[in-house]
């Protein structure tokens, strides 16, 4: 089993900066991959951001130039700094883990998730 905890969102005003964490903990083999998605009420869940265990990363359209998706492997821990940012970037920011307890399958995992607002 593994935990996957959300931190960091909050109010903001449109142009601001927010930087959102996420740390997986338990019984951990390798993580394959860390990503955010974000959801508003009504819509389905998109990806925001991920990156993989050898670094490599990709973006969604709508945030590239404005987010970078980072992590601390050894804190089992994804970042996701946020700038410049719109009010169109309001949504609940959810924590994906993809990880393997112990070299052979992969399971995926969710966090609860951290609001973002940004204000116009």
């Known amino acids: 089993q593994v935990d996957v905890v959300e931190s960091g969102g909050g109010l903001v005003q449109a142009g601001g900066s927010l930087r959102l964490s996420c740390a997986a903990s338990?019984?951990?083999?390798?993580?394959?991959?860390m990503r955010w998605y974000r959801q508003t009420p009504g819509n389905q869940r998109e990806l925001v951001a991920a990156?993989?265990?050898?670094?490599?990363?990709n973006y969604a359209d709508s945030v590239k130039g404005r987010f970078t998706i980072s992590r601390d492997n050894a804190k089992n821990t994804v970042y996701l700094q946020m700038n410049s940012l719109k009010p169109e970037d309001t949504a609940h920011y959810y924590c994906?883990?993809?990880?393997?307890?112990?070299?052979?399958?992969?399971?995926?995992?969710w966090g609860q998730g951290t609001q973002v607002t940004v204000s116009s």
């Open positions: 994906y883990v993809e990880a393997s307890h112990d070299g052979k399958y992969v399971f995926q995992y």
């Open positions: 990156i993989r265990s050898g670094g490599d990363t």
């Open positions: 338990g019984s951990i083999f390798s993580i394959i991959s």
